[in-house]
């Protein structure tokens, strides 16, 4: 009879965790703050990753801190051209919603942003040949529908809405194309 108490904990237990650590990010995800960015360099045919589109958050809000010589210097002690292709944690920190280019600051440090009082809100990331790599990179399309976005992504404009939790961490909600003017 033991046994068969053991073997029930042991089955349910690990389903118990996984569904507690589960409903935890959807807490997080749902209380969490929107943040909408501009997108440029869309692909929406990723072949290997299948029914994938890849894009990259506009480099106008990734280059500043990964390109000073002193974040390059401190993390890794000396600023060579290795040092500068080393990967590092940074974290950008944003002031409003739908934040301009110049309402951006870097951080090198992300433990600097919780004391930064106008931090609205952040993204962890990490520095890579010298630009800021945001973890957004993949939007899954349907198959149905990846010829009419395709075409939607033709004009410039793109942006992704996130959702960000407290930690810097998000996932992508949607992605918003602009309107297109009745002519």
Known sequence: ?????????SI???????????????????????????????????LLAGHYMQFQIDPKYSTDICQRNDYVASVSGEDTKESRL????ACVCFDSREPSEYEVQFFSD?????????????????CRYGNF???????????ANAK??????????????????????????KIIFPEKSAQ
Do not use: H
Not at 1 to 9: A, C, G, Q, T, W
Not at 17 to 40: H, M, Q
Not at 160 to 166: C, E, G, T, V
């Open 133 to 143: 790599q945001y973890p957004f990179r993949k939007y899954f399309i349907p198959e």
């Open 1 to 9: 009879m033991k046994r068969f108490y053991i073997s029930i904990i």
């Open 86 to 89: 080393d990967k590092k944690e």
């Open 12 to 46: 349910f237990l690990p389903i118990l965790v996984l569904a507690s650590v589960a409903f935890e990010r959807e807490l997080d995800l749902k209380n969490g703050k929107i943040l909408i960015l501009p997108i440029t360099g869309y692909d929406p045919r990723d």
């Open 148 to 173: 009419e976005l395709e075409d939607k992504l033709r004009e410039p404009g793109a942006r992704i809405q996130l959702r960000m939790d407290k930690e810097g961490n998000g996932l992508i909600e």
């Open 110 to 126: 992300c433990s600097e942003i919780l004391t930064s009082s106008s931090c609205w809100n952040y993204v962890k990331g990490e």
